[in-house]
């Protein structure tokens, strides 16, 4: 065996006798692999949503900003304050606001990926729509792969959401893009599990370094020459230490150790404490996931913007803007079976002051440019052309007597 090794690791094989201690070892031990918290609804709610407060905050960002953008009908090139659409979408059902509505609908997407509206006809012409819960909610596939139905479940009770002649339009279901899955979306979250998981692991590293006195643990040498101590004895002293020693509240507390004991303080190395930086790395890619900027969230370290008002601006432009013009297209589509028309829900941002002042510099420059008619700048700026009616006068014929 010993001229097999030699050959193996090209030494001689005329090589000196290797001689073996009878006290030397040799440890191996595999190392543990990761524990991850599941990937469900459930999970990512309980993980990332109600106990990481990166996430949470993240997610508050989206959805509150999101509920804070008014909504307008664009029927054939006109603005609309009141329509039909509009009274629904501001009081979807007696126990929920408008504002609500959004928040709940980029909740559910941001945490399952899918948004599932029930709307209910409980008089003719007159609607209500309540937001299900994702995971209570299965889509059914028919024969030729696209949804047919979907099936809600609560606890025991099950129901079939169907569409009828009666109500044509029993389920909106809105959802973000999925490489894989052609009937559900894809949840941002999935993507930051895995630094929500890091994140919340430090924390509790860094709560167990406090419990044990916000110092590293240490062992208590037994010499041997005191002869080997008994499992009574061994056991006695491991609950004192446990009862006496350990937490928060017994810090700085004398020790007293009967004979043949010795404490040896453990140190933590300079790699040990990197759990701070992995703490604030794990923190950027969650606000990333979510399309958030590090700074709006306070994480220490990140001076990717000049300043806030900068990186308030981008969040806007990059994940507020287009998730709204996405949403707001969604519904459209959806309830034109409810409200026949040519119109279009869309976003109104010019009632935002956080990019106010950037389309006030925009409008400037337009308005600026001698080469190009009212009408036109009025088209560039995103508003109607001028319209008269047949009946207003024609300036253009005044003439001074």
């Given at each position: 065996?010993?001229?097999?090794?030699?050959?193996?690791?090209?030494?001689?094989?005329?090589?000196?006798?290797?001689?073996?201690?009878?006290?030397?070892?040799?440890?191996?031990?595999?190392?543990?692999?990761?524990?991850?918290s599941?990937?469900?609804?459930?999970?990512?709610?309980?993980?990332?949503?109600i106990?990481?407060?990166?996430?949470?905050?993240?997610?508050?960002?989206?959805?509150?900003?999101?509920?804070?953008?008014?909504l307008?009908?664009?029927?054939?090139?006109?603005?609309?304050?009141?329509?039909?659409?509009?009274?629904?979408?501001?009081?979807?059902?007696?126990?929920?606001?408008?504002?609500?509505?959004?928040?709940?609908?980029?909740?559910?997407?941001?945490?399952?990926?899918?948004?599932?509206?029930?709307?209910?006809?409980?008089?003719?012409?007159?609607?209500?729509?309540?937001?299900?819960?994702?995971?209570?909610?299965?889509?059914?596939?028919?024969?030729?792969?696209?949804?047919?139905?979907?099936?809600?479940?609560?606890?025991?009770?099950?129901?079939?959401i169907?569409?009828?002649?009666?109500?044509?339009?029993?389920?909106?279901?809105?959802?973000?893009?999925?490489?894989?899955?052609?009937?559900?979306?894809?949840?941002?979250?999935?993507?930051?599990?895995?630094?929500?998981?890091?994140?919340?692991?430090?924390?509790?590293?860094?709560?167990?370094l406090?419990?044990?006195?916000?110092?590293?643990?240490?062992?208590?040498?037994?010499?041997?020459?005191?002869?080997?101590?008994t499992?009574?004895?061994?056991?006695?002293?491991?609950?004192?230490l446990?009862?006496?020693?350990?937490?928060?509240?017994?810090?700085?507390r004398?020790?007293?150790?009967?004979?043949?004991?010795?404490?040896?303080?453990?140190?933590?190395?300079?790699?040990?404490?990197?759990?701070?930086?992995?703490?604030?790395?794990?923190?950027?890619?969650i606000?990333?996931?979510?399309?958030?900027?590090?700074?709006?969230?306070?994480?220490?370290?990140?001076?990717?913007?000049?300043?806030?008002?900068?990186?308030?601006?981008?969040?806007w432009?990059?994940?507020?803007?287009?998730?709204?013009?996405?949403?707001?297209?969604?519904?459209?589509?959806?309830?034109?079976?409810?409200?026949?028309?040519?119109?279009?829900?869309?976003?109104?941002?010019?009632?935002i002051?956080?990019?106010?002042?950037?389309?006030?510099?925009?409008?400037?420059?337009?308005?600026?440019?001698?080469?190009?008619?009212?009408?036109?700048?009025?088209?560039?700026?995103?508003?109607?052309?001028?319209?008269?009616?047949?009946?207003?006068?024609?300036?253009?014929?005044?003439?001074?007597?």
């Amino acid at each position: 065996m010993g001229n097999f090794f030699n050959r193996l690791f090209g030494q001689r094989a005329n090589s000196p006798a290797e001689h073996k201690s009878a006290h030397s070892f040799i440890s191996m031990m595999e190392s543990p692999s990761a524990n991850w918290s599941g990937r469900s609804y459930a999970a990512a709610a309980q993980n990332a949503c109600i106990r990481n407060p990166v996430a949470h905050r993240a997610i508050s960002l989206v959805t509150q900003n999101a509920a804070r953008v008014p909504l307008m009908v664009d029927d054939q090139g006109e603005r609309l304050a009141t329509h039909p659409v509009l009274d629904l979408l501001s009081r979807p059902n007696p126990d929920l606001s408008g504002p609500e509505l959004i928040e709940t609908i980029f909740s559910h997407l941001l945490l399952s990926g899918n948004a599932y509206l029930e709307v209910l006809q409980f008089e003719p012409g007159r609607h209500h729509i309540y937001p299900l819960r994702p995971d209570r909610v299965v889509p059914i596939v028919g024969q030729d792969g696209w949804i047919k139905a979907y099936d809600y479940k609560v606890g025991n009770t099950k129901r079939r959401i169907a569409a009828s002649k009666q109500n044509p339009i029993p389920m909106i279901h809105l959802r973000n893009f999925h490489p894989t899955s052609d009937h559900s979306g894809l949840a941002p979250i999935l993507a930051a599990m895995d630094a929500v998981d890091t994140h919340n692991k430090a924390c509790e590293w860094h709560k167990s370094l406090l419990d044990n006195a916000a110092r590293p643990s240490g062992a208590l040498v037994y010499s041997a020459e005191a002869g080997n101590l008994t499992a009574e004895q061994f056991d006695r002293l491991k609950s004192e230490l446990n009862a006496s020693f350990q937490g928060a509240a017994n810090a700085g507390r004398p020790m007293v150790l009967e004979g043949g004991l010795d404490w040896k303080t453990l140190s933590m190395s300079p790699r040990d404490m990197d759990f701070i930086e992995a703490k604030n790395s794990a923190a950027r890619d969650i606000a990333m996931a979510f399309g958030v900027p590090p700074m709006l969230l306070c994480i220490a370290g990140d001076t990717t913007y000049a300043n806030y008002k900068e990186a308030n601006r981008a969040f806007w432009r990059q994940t507020i803007i287009p998730q709204m013009v996405k949403t707001c297209a969604a519904l459209s589509r959806n309830l034109h079976l409810i409200f026949p028309g040519r119109w279009a829900l869309v976003p109104n941002f010019e009632a935002i002051e956080a990019i106010a002042d950037e389309r006030l510099a925009n409008w400037a420059k337009i308005d600026a440019l001698n080469t190009l008619s009212e009408d036109e700048k009025r088209e560039l700026i995103g508003l109607p052309k001028h319209t008269f009616s047949k009946t207003s006068p024609d300036l253009s014929d005044h003439r001074e007597d």
